[in-house]
């Protein structure tokens, strides 16, 4: 789970506050005993709340494929899944199973990491580009998606799909995107002195010495860009 994933679901929720129950897809907290750093429980405060995942442990209520949840049509008000989909093989029964699930009303919260080597879970199969989150989520009829880093490779992809079009949808979504990249420039100040200056440092060296991807990608590592916005 990315810094970002984290930034994303609390703005998300403290904006648009979905619905519940709320479902998490890839809910496993991977140290052993949990890791409240990959908790997202804390950000839907008196909601219903259940984890699934394919292997039971710290986090999991109920261990399920993605692709077969085993839950009623039109039940449930939110599904999370960060940093989990390029972990599911089968990507479109996936997305379709999560369109089964939600209520009318519902929405979904999808992450993935672009810019980042294999992370086998126990395998890891795929790459998202924003234009392919922009298609996997085409059904939903509001959409939000964007990315985190260069817009040409960057290091995470989201999208936000809702199966109604909230009401005052374009105004949220405007303050859903200038709140998360104030959050994501605040993580940046909050970085240790020591950290700080690593970077610096670094920067100073790629920009005189080293390549300009690797420059850029530093620079822009929490910079929020916006691929699409749409109703219809």
């Not at 039940?75 to 699930?101: K, L, N, P, Q, Y």
């Not at 810019?115 to 996997?136: M, V």
């Not at 990315?147 to 405007?174: C, H, R, T």
């Not at 420039?185 to 390549?211: D, E, T, V």
């Amino acid at each position: 789970m990315t810094e970002l994933d984290r930034l994303l679901v609390q703005t998300f929720t403290r904006i648009f506050q979905p619905g519940e129950p709320v479902l998490e897809i890839g809910s496993h907290q991977l140290k052993a005993g949990g890791d409240a750093s990959h908790d997202l429980r804390p950000f839907f405060p008196g909601r219903k709340y259940f984890g699934s995942d394919f292997s039971p442990g710290p986090g999991v209520d109920c261990a399920a494929d993605a692709t077969r949840l085993g839950i009623r049509e039109q039940t449930v008000g939110t599904v999370v899944m960060v940093s989990t989909i390029e972990h599911v093989f089968r990507v479109f029964d996936a997305f379709e199973e999560i369109s089964r699930v939600l209520a009318a009303h519902g929405a979904v919260v999808v992450t993935s990491h672009m810019d980042c080597g294999i992370h086998a879970y126990p395998s890891d199969y795929w790459r998202f580009t924003p234009e392919a989150f922009a298609r996997l989520l085409d059904h939903f009829p509001a959409k939000i998606v964007g990315y985190q880093g260069l817009s040409y490779n960057p290091f995470v992809v989201f999208g936000i799909g809702f199966k109604e079009v909230p009401e005052n949808f374009d105004q949220l979504a405007g303050r859903f995107r200038r709140e998360l990249e104030q959050s994501m420039n605040a993580a940046k100040g909050a970085l240790p002195m020591k950290s700080k200056m690593s970077r610096m440092r670094r920067l100073f060296l790629w920009r005189l010495f080293g390549s300009k991807d690797s420059f850029r990608k530093l620079r822009d590592e929490h910079v929020i860009g916006w691929h699409s916005q749409v109703t219809h």
